[in-house]
């Protein structure tokens, strides 16, 4: 459900964003509201609170945004919390940033070794990565897990490539237990 709710109000304020050409405006000013409300809990749990009145709630969203985000992202939020779907903000928000990178033809890849990876390395990855994806950018994360051996795991979206000797391991561990149990 909560998936449902973050694409459609995510959908509507993309349109908006695309309607007004306001595309790179619009991205840059969610990625700052959804720090602002991930660094401010307080005022999710307020405007999440069934005792507080809607009209309270819209006052409060008007008292701390306005003059801060665009009219527009202003009227968004309004609409959220009359609609009392501000308990899945993060998820539009989300939503509608990962929507602008794939208009935008940015991919954003995971990539997991054992150790850390040479400057060099991190461009050979990348460059990869471009060259077998329809992607125009990528952004990159890398991360950690000593617990691969070696080889490394690389995920975008759903996608999930898995070259780590962790996982061969396991898979020559499970063809070995069918064998015995044949």
Known sequence: ?????????????LSI????????????????LREVLKDNPDLGSCINN????????????????????????LGFLKIVVEKNRFDCIDEILEYFIDEVKKLKGIGVA????????????KKMVEAKLLGTTDYKTMEMHYLINEELIGGMQIRIGD????????????????DLIKIQLG
Not at 50 to 73: A, C, H, M, Q
Not at 110 to 121: A, H, N, R
Not at 164 to 171: A, D, F, G, L, R
């Open 1 to 13: 459900m909560a998936k449902l709710i973050s694409k459609t109000y995510g959908d509507a304020l």
């Open 17 to 32: 964003a695309v309607e007004e050409d306001k595309l790179d405006s619009f991205d840059e000013e969610v990625v700052a």
């Open 50 to 73: 069934p005792r507080i009145s809607v009209d309270d709630k819209l006052d409060i969203i008007s008292n701390v945004f306005t003059g801060r985000i665009t009219d527009e992202l």
């Open 110 to 121: 995971y990539v997991t070794t054992p150790s850390e990876l040479s400057d060099e390395q």
């Open 159 to 174: 996608r999930i490539v898995d070259s780590s000797v962790q996982t061969k391991i396991m898979k020559l561990k499970q």
